[in-house]
Structure formats: structure tokens, C-alpha cells
């Protein structure tokens, strides 16, 4: 199974971005899937979930400013990111709690690479 995840770069403040994040491999079955990120010199964090269903729950820190969306069908999530500031620069990963048809019915977590979002005021 791999994530790969796409669409950071360098942007300015109020700006937007939209990261991809596509599951590939042998997947039975994708329960949540999530983005967290990372700045220099901190812990990764968990910025929003959104379960197979399509309920999203947010950090409070992206609250009303981010939203994630779910193509189930294309085992792919999404983050647009608007009205971006500077402490929202980070490495972004994108996450996945995957069933491989040979994992006899247990879930784990799978990453993404990372990528790269600065934004400059």
C-alpha cells in the first residue's frame, strides 16, 4: 500500500493550496483519512479526519479555513487550504487506516510522503 500525496508549495499569505493524497496497493477496505502536519521544531499534528461516510472533524486552528473532502471511489482525500498564513507552514501528511485483502480483517495506519507547504508574509 502506498499514499502519495501532492500540491504543497509556496504561496502568500490569504493564498490557497489544494493537496491530494491517493491510496494505491492491494486495499480492501479505507476507514478514516486524515491530514497532520509538522513545522520546524514541532510535534506532527493532527489537523482534520473525515471517515468513509464524509463526517470531517477539524483542528480549531484550520477550523473555517481548510476543508477536507473524500473521493471513496479513487481512494483519494483532499485539502483545500485558504486564507493561509505563515504558522500554517509545514511538511503535510497525508494518513489512511487501510484493510489489505491480506491483513485478515485488521486496520493499520499508512503515510504519506509529505509535502511541503510555505506560506510567506
Known amino acids: 500500500v502506498q499514499l502519495q500525496a501532492s500540491g504543497g508549495g509556496l504561496v502568500q499569505r490569504g493564498g490557497s493550496l489544494r493537496l491530494s493524497c491517493a491510496a494505491s496497493?492491494?486495499?480492501?477496505?479505507?476507514?478514516?483519512m486524515g491530514w497532520y502536519r509538522q513545522a520546524p521544531g514541532k510535534q506532527r499534528e493532527l489537523i482534520v479526519t473525515?471517515?468513509?461516510?464524509?463526517?470531517?472533524n477539524y483542528a480549531d486552528s484550520v477550523k473555517g479555513r481548510f476543508t477536507i473532502s473524500r473521493d471513496n471511489a479513487k481512494k483519494s482525500v483532499y485539502l483545500q487550504m485558504n486564507s493561509l498564513k505563515p504558522e500554517d507552514t509545514a511538511v503535510y501528511y497525508c494518513?489512511?487506516?487501510?484493510?489489505?485483502?491480506?491483513?485478515?480483517?485488521?486496520?493499520?495506519?499508512?503515510w504519506g510522503q509529505g509535502t511541503q507547504v510555505t506560506v510567506s508574509s
Open positions: 494518513n489512511a487506516n487501510i484493510r489489505t485483502y491480506y491483513s485478515t480483517g485488521t486496520y493499520r495506519d499508512y
Open positions: 496497493g492491494s486495499i480492501d477496505s479505507i476507514r478514516n
Open positions: 473525515i471517515t468513509s461516510s464524509g463526517t470531517s
